[in-house]
């Protein structure tokens, strides 16, 4: 009787497509039977016969899971108006100059300045050292009023995170540009197989993803066939 000791079939991929999972399902495992036709061969005739093999499956979904790329504003402005007084002018000054300061750590929007209108002459406005607002009033004998000076101020903070959500299929790759102004800081994903992961770039040894950055910081990612490890 004729024996072997190792057989290796190559089968098609496209056998296996019914057994696929949705997109976010966990992996099954699926058994089976192969059936392999062969030829008993002799002198004076051909037997043709079958074998079977038990066989099983992993059977992973289309995608490796749920994934989401994760940006970050690396500033943003912010801004608060003010009305600073009330300040009490008039005579017998005729002349007098009136200031208000930004809060530390904020500039004054030179554009938003105003200074309330206050007897016959029209106020003057400047900007010193970039945090201060001065008006200048004139005014004539027995002319007084109460005023305020207006303005914007503003400063700039840490921005936000942010997130999107992609899908990419096995053996594709999508590249990440971030918007202006801010950078892409980690590819979070929630697996098939229940691994919950935060990837940054550049990343070679998880099981899903080859990430790599190029030199004006787009991510490459690219989602290798599953690695066991």
């Known amino acids: ?53 038990p066989v099983g ?36 000054e005729f002349l007098k100059e009136i200031s208000a300061s930004a809060d530390p750590g904020w500039t ?8 309330d209108k206050c007897c016959y002459f029209t106020p003057q406005w400047r900007i010193d050292n970039g945090n201060v607002a001065v008006c200048t009033y004139r ?13 914007t101020e503003t400063r700039d903070i840490d921005g936000d995170d942010w997130s999107e959500p992609f899908t990419i299929q096995w053996g594709d790759q999508q590249v990440f540009s971030a918007p202006s102004n801010s950078t892409i800081s980690a590819i979070y994903i929630s697996a098939f197989d229940g691994q919950q992961m935060k990837l940054v770039a550049p ?8 990430i790599s950055t190029t030199a004006d910081g787009r991510w490459i990612v690219k989602a290798r066939y599953l690695r066991r490890n």
């Not at 989401?68 to 009305?83: M, P």
């Not at 005014?139 to 207006?150: P, Q």
């Open 108 to 115: 004054i929007d030179r554009n938003s300045v105003s200074c």
């Open 1 to 53: 009787m004729a024996t072997t000791k190792d057989l290796l079939f190559i089968v098609s991929s496209k056998a296996f497509k019914q057994l696929q999972g949705n997109s976010t399902s966990s992996y099954t495992f699926v058994q089976g039977r192969l059936t392999v036709p062969w030829i008993d061969k002799g002198l004076l005739w051909n037997d043709y016969k079958t074998s079977s093999f």
């Open 139 to 151: 005014f004539g004998k027995g002319e007084w009023g109460t005023v305020y000076i207006r303005f």
């Open 203 to 210: 990343d070679y040894t998880n099981p899903y993803f080859d």
């Open 57 to 92: 499956f992993e059977v992973i979904p289309n995608i490796p899971g749920n994934t989401t790329v994760v940006y970050h504003t690396k500033f943003k402005t912010v801004s608060k108006q003010i009305a600073d007084g009330p300040h009490t002018i008039g005579d017998p």
